[in-house]
Each structure stands twice: as structure tokens, then as C-alpha cells.
């Protein structure tokens, strides 16, 4: 005896399959992107933003800026320890670590004393194996006498930069907690290196105070009750978008 099945009903069907294969390669598209995602971001490129301003005026709090997690080493995803060694870190090179006094914390800082190197700050001048190192990426503010020879910020050392390890600064000398604080990076403690600003901004109540989110709310309530948006609560910094790093 032969079955014959109502058109209806393999229409319904059909289309029951198209809807199940869709679905599916949808959802084999989004895994495969959740997949590569996490794997550039463990191990190519990370993002970061500026909390504070310790690196002032290379980078500027509300600066987002992308970090190259290949270029020292690919690492474990979970402790960071080197895996398959790549490059070592060169001086002046903005680095992002994992803070020694508080892993939990990621820092950024410049490169300044290379392992082996003797560092010593008489003054605020920085010495490398004697000799002052130009500094030309470094800002003071404080107009003040240097302060006495026992604190670290401007006169240190020395002391001899341990295998394997780096001697940090920040840019903005007189603000920043750096190396003369709290001691050196070790290498395993590396992030990676940063080299571009994708996105900026800034506003009244500063992007230290108030997530992004908060203050883009802000200019976009401007825009709908005054019609115009508030540049004082979120502005862009369109000039400092796509700025190398160096």
C-alpha cells in the first residue's frame, strides 16, 4: 500500500528542517567565534584601559589602548608563565603586568633598567651603569626641592636589576607608584606590550570617577532635552584615536 503525504505537511516539514539548520549554523558560527575570541584575547591581543595618571602625558586617563600579548612569549592563559620564549622587553617599551604587590591588578608602566643593569636615582635623574639616562618620554610637576635622600621617589638605589626581571617607571615621575615603591617586573609577570589607543574620552566628573557608560547616558540626556549632546559630561578625543605608542 502507498502512503501519500499532504503537501501541507511536507511543506511544514521542509521548513522544520531549514529552521533546525539554521539554528545550528548559527550556533556553530557563534561558538567559533566565541572560540577564536578568547584565543586571540589569551594569547594575541588584549584590551586595557587607563585608570589613573601615572603615564601622563603618553597616556592619559580614559585612554583604551590594545596590548600585543605575543610579542614576549606565548604563555599559559592561567599563570602566565612563558611558554615558547618570542622576544625580550627593550627600554621604553610601555608594558602591561600583573601588579607584584596585588595580582588581582594589572599595571602599565616604561621599561627603564634592562636585567643586569645597575639603576640609580640622584635627584630624579636616572643612572644606568653610571651614566644619566635621557629620559625624554618623562614629565615633573613638582617644583619643589627634591626630596631627602631617604625617599625613593627622587633619589634611589642603586641597585642591580635581578636575571630575568625589569626596572619600571612611570611617565609622570612625581605620581606614579612604580619600581622605587615596590620593586621589580618579573618577566612571568609580563602582560604584554602596548602599541596603539583604539578609543578616548573624557568629561566633567572624569573617566576615574564614572564608568563610560555612565557618562555617555549623561551626553545623550543632553541631547534629548536641550538638543545638543554634553560634551561636559562625555567627550570623544578624536585625536588620540588610533595614536601608536612608542
Not at 609622570?172 to 612604580?178: E, I, L, P, W
Request: no cysteine; charged share 25%.
Amino acid at each position: 500500500m502507498t502512503l501519500f503525504r499532504t503537501p501541507t505537511k511536507t511543506k511544514a516539514r521542509r521548513a522544520d528542517v531549514r529552521k533546525k539548520t539554521f539554528l545550528r549554523e548559527y550556533g556553530e558560527a557563534l561558538a567559533i567565534a566565541l572560540v577564536l575570541a578568547l584565543v586571540i584575547r589569551a594569547f594575541l591581543i588584549q584590551a586595557f584601559s587607563i585608570p589613573s595618571g601615572s603615564m601622563v602625558p603618553t597616556l592619559l586617563v580614559g585612554d583604551y589602548l590594545l596590548v600585543n600579548k605575543f610579542i614576549y612569549g606565548i604563555r599559559n592563559p592561567f599563570t602566565n608563565k612563558v611558554w615558547i620564549p618570542v622576544s625580550k622587553p627593550k627600554r621604553w617599551d610601555i608594558v602591561v603586568f600583573i601588579f607584584p604587590q596585588d595580582p588581582s591588578k594589572d599595571y602599565i608602566k616604561r621599561v627603564v633598567g634592562l636585567p643586569g643593569e645597575t639603576v640609580e636615582i640622584i635627584n630624579k635623574k636616572v643612572y644606568i651603569n653610571g651614566e644619566v639616562l635621557e629620559t625624554p618620554h618623562a614629565i615633573w610637576d613638582d617644583s619643589a626641592v627634591p626630596l631627602a635622600r631617604g625617599s625613593p621617589r627622587d633619589n634611589f638605589g642603586p641597585v642591580v636589576v635581578p636575571e630575568n626581571s625589569y626596572f619600571v617607571l612611570g611617565d609622570n615621575r612625581d605620581h606614579s607608584y612604580d619600581s622605587r615603591f615596590w620593586g621589580f617586573v618579573t618577566m612571568d609577570a609580563l602582560r604584554g606590550k602596548a602599541f596603539i589607543i583604539y578609543f578616548s574620552w573624557e568629561g566633567k566628573d572624569g573617566p576615574s570617577s564614572v564608568p563610560v557608560y555612565v557618562a555617555f547616558a549623561k551626553g545623550m540626556k543632553g541631547l534629548l532635552t536641550d538638543f545638543h549632546w554634553d560634551t561636559n559630561s562625555f567627550r570623544i578625543r578624536w585625536s588620540r584615536i588610533g595614536k601608536l605608542l612608542h
